[in-house]
């Protein structure tokens, strides 16, 4: 408790020193949608993000090899009762995505080298990850992706294929996409996910207009896109166990998301202290094959119908 009461104090006193505090109403809708996240407002949320990173108090509980803290979920707990009337880093929607679901994915599922690689430059908030996960025809049947990584003969891989419905993929740098590497296999198996680089060759990234004139959402267009086994996260072609781990974290970080950054009482604020909260609930069981339904993470029925690979120019081999 020593320890704890000692922390809270040099939280506070920092906060105070190098943030600015919060206004009594929340800036704008809590999901940030809406919100024009231009290349200068994209540029001072980094930086805040960054600061935050060097002063200690980005990455509370991820490890320290990661570029994190090292601490327990108490002491993000105390972060986040401490920064709650202060100004944090907000990338929206999408920043929910990338480090409520994304970071807690990939540490579950990725390689330590891989790790050391991707994880500080988040936190730091040099690179934020999007999810390319839904397809026009693989909403709630997410295991029937379609979307096809194929390995050649030098090591390297060619993703081809689309997304849709990306919360925030046009300021993402990167995004977690789930492919097909083995159309032998049953549809569950055979999937892979890969870390894709937004700008990369062969990567195309177009907002969704809603009727609300908003274009919060984006749609993703892959034209033999080069990726390498670097950007391999967890094991070839067992994607639907890392699959099953990201659903579970769509879902348990359901809550904060719909009430904002910051807001409701007892949660972490802003993305430095978002990941991991302490869940109620467990990581998925082997064999539990939880599902999205169209526009939410709760889970929804499952298709046993597998179409097969795709055909035509665009899927050839």
């Known amino acids: ?84 009337p202060y100004v944090l880093p907000d990338f929206g929607l999408m920043g929910h995505v990338c480090f409520d679901v994304c970071i807690p994915t990939m540490l579950a599922h990725a390689s330590p080298e891989f790790l050391a690689r991707r994880i500080p430059a988040i936190l730091s908030g040099d690179d934020l990850y999007a999810e390319y996960f839904s397809e026009p025809d693989a909403g709630s049947d997410l295991a029937g992706v379609r979307t096809r990584a194929v390995r050649r003969d030098d090591g390297t891989w060619l993703l081809s294929g689309s997304k849709t419905w990306t919360s925030g993929g046009h300021y993402a740098d990167y995004g977690m996409c789930l492919a ?76 904060a998301v719909r009430s904002g950054p910051a807001t409701s009482p007892g949660q972490p604020a802003g993305a430095a202290a978002r990941w991991p909260r302490t869940w109620s609930g467990s990581p998925p069981k082997p064999g539990v094959t939880p599902t999205r339904r169209s526009g939410t993470s709760s889970p929804g029925p499952t298709s046993t119908t597998w179409p097969g690979p795709p055909s035509g120019p665009a899927w050839a081999s």
């Open 1 to 84: 408790m020593t320890d704890l009461n000692a922390y809270r104090a040099r939280v506070g006193e920092w906060l105070a020193a190098n943030t600015e505090p919060r206004a009594e109403a929340r800036r704008g809708d809590p999901l940030g949608l809406g919100r024009e996240f231009t290349p200068d407002v994209l540029a001072a949320e980094r930086a805040l993000q960054r600061k935050l990173h060097e002063a200690g108090y980005a990455g509370i509980t991820v490890p320290e090899e990661y570029g994190g803290q090292g601490l327990t979920p108490a002491h993000q707990q105390v972060f986040g009762e401490e920064a709650r």
């Open 180 to 255: 097909r590497t083995d159309w032998d296999q049953p549809k569950h198996r055979g999937l892979t996910w890969f870390a894709v680089p937004a700008t990369a060759p062969g990567v195309t990234v177009r907002r969704i207009k809603q009727i609300t004139g908003d274009a919060d959402f984006c749609e993703e267009f892959f034209d033999d896109v080069v990726l390498t086994d670097d950007d391999v996260i967890g094991t070839v072609g067992e994607g639907w166990k890392v699959t099953q781990t990201m659903l579970f974290y769509e879902r348990a970080a359901a809550p």
